[in-house]
């Protein structure tokens, strides 16, 4: 055997062979060169913390639907009801729950901050017959010890989450605690309360346009929004300088070609607002209001989704009452004697409170509170099982 033969000469290897770049064959795409991959196939179904949870294989039995909530002391009226709401809204902090003294000064401002009110939705899932509680509230408003706070635009319907109640003793704590209403304007803005309990909005021969001023810019009174968003901008009638034939003469990219710098407000699209006149207000449109009632509102309305997208969770969206407590807590079970006995220790026992969402971006809100509040807007209802306590389904 020669000593020059080696696995280079067998048929079963192949070298590539090299060409020049002048005979290459030139690419169409300057990626063309690289090594092509086919795409991963990933999988359609959505991942195991994101599926839809069964906890127990099939539907909860029903034996009956709960009329009205259970409450720790029995309330007798819609005043009762009202103070009752207002004292248990929030929860207290929890010691050692992983909240710093900046975290702290903030939960506690903006809860101090929030106006002493509760939607009508709130005391209907209370109550035990809404027709009662209705005819009550109206006998309330007569006597002027219940005021109605209405907010358009907010949800539709009868009781939607801008429609809310306020006890005048409250009104009054309220417009003394305001440093923008002198003490003469508080006193005469009370009297026009009394005065008109009958109707919603503020009438015009009330107070003086700086007096409504005034108000409107402590909180105390709102503009109504409600026929201003079905008038169309387009078509409400034009002045001279946002006329059709006016913009289509002016040069491309300057301001007039948008109608000039008070195009809005000629057009009567204040903001959402109606049309203001030189006093800066329309008086006809005013409506009782409070001092940050938006930001009480957007919190009603996240609380709300929240605790809606917990029970979407479910397969047939619905869960004992006991395990939705729970899932609104942050998964913290409060009945663990294991977790109690490690908090009592100061163990570590779980997720702080401080990074739930409940504490995050509810500022503690009491399961309690938002279930009243998901109950009496009709988004969802309770019912008996029998085996398990009460459950929640949402509608």
């Known amino acids: 055997m020669p000593l020059n033969y080696s696995a280079a000469y067998s048929s079963r290897i192949t070298k590539r062979r090299f060409k020049p770049p002048s005979l290459r064959r030139s690419a169409s795409s300057p990626f063309a060169s690289f090594n092509q991959r086919k795409p991963v196939q990933r999988s359609k179904t959505k991942p195991e913390t994101e599926q839809q949870e069964d906890f127990f294989g099939e539907k909860l039995d029903d034996v009956g639907l709960v009329s009205t909530l259970p409450t720790d002391v029995p309330l007798r009226d819609v005043v009762q009801m009202v103070q009752y709401a207002n004292a248990n809204m929030f929860d207290p902090l929890p010691e050692g729950g992983g909240f710093n ?4 000064s903030e939960i506690l401002n903006f809860r101090k901050s929030l106006p002493i009110t509760v939607t009508v939705a709130h005391v209907h899932a209370l109550s035990i017959s809404p027709t009662a509680t209705e005819r009550e509230i109206s006998e309330l408003m007569k006597a002027n010890i219940l005021r109605k706070v209405v907010v358009p635009g907010r949800g539709t319907g009868g009781s939607t989450v801008g429609e809310g109640l306020i006890l005048i003793n409250a009104l009054e704590e309220m417009l003394n605690r305001s440093d923008a209403v002198d003490d ?19 009438p015009p021969t009330a107070l003086s346009r700086t007096e409504m001023t005034s108000l409107r810019r402590a909180g105390f009174l709102t503009s109504s929004t409600q026929s201003s968003n079905s008038e169309s901008w387009i078509g409400s009638p034009s002045s001279a300088s946002t006329s059709v034939s006016t913009i289509s003469r002016a040069a491309s990219g300057s301001l007039a070609a948008v109608g000039g710098e008070g195009a809005v407000v000629e057009a009567g699209a204040t903001l959402g607002l109606r049309r203001e006149n030189s006093h800066g207000i329309d008086a006809s449109s005013l409506q009782l209001s409070l001092p940050n009632m938006g ?15 917990l029970l979407h969770g479910s397969r047939f969206r619905e869960m004992p009452l006991y395990l939705l407590h729970e899932r609104w807590d942050g ?12 908090k009592y220790r100061g163990e570590f026992a779980g997720v702080l409170p401080a990074r739930t969402r409940k504490w995050k971006q509810l500022w503690g809100l009491r399961f309690e509170f938002v279930l009243a509040e998901c109950v009496g807007c009709g988004s969802i209802e309770l019912f008996e099982t029998g085996s398990v306590g009460k459950a929640v389904r949402a509608l």
Request: proline content about 4%.
């Open 101 to 104: 003294s900046t975290r702290i």
């Open 184 to 202: 003469h304007l508080k006193h005469k803005f009370l009297d026009a309360l009394k005065a008109h309990f009958a109707v919603s909005a503020m």
């Open 295 to 309: 930001p009480y509102l957007r919190l009603l309305t996240q609380a709300r989704a929240h605790l809606i997208s």
């Open 331 to 342: 998964g913290i079970s409060n009945d663990d004697p294991a977790a109690q006995a490690k």
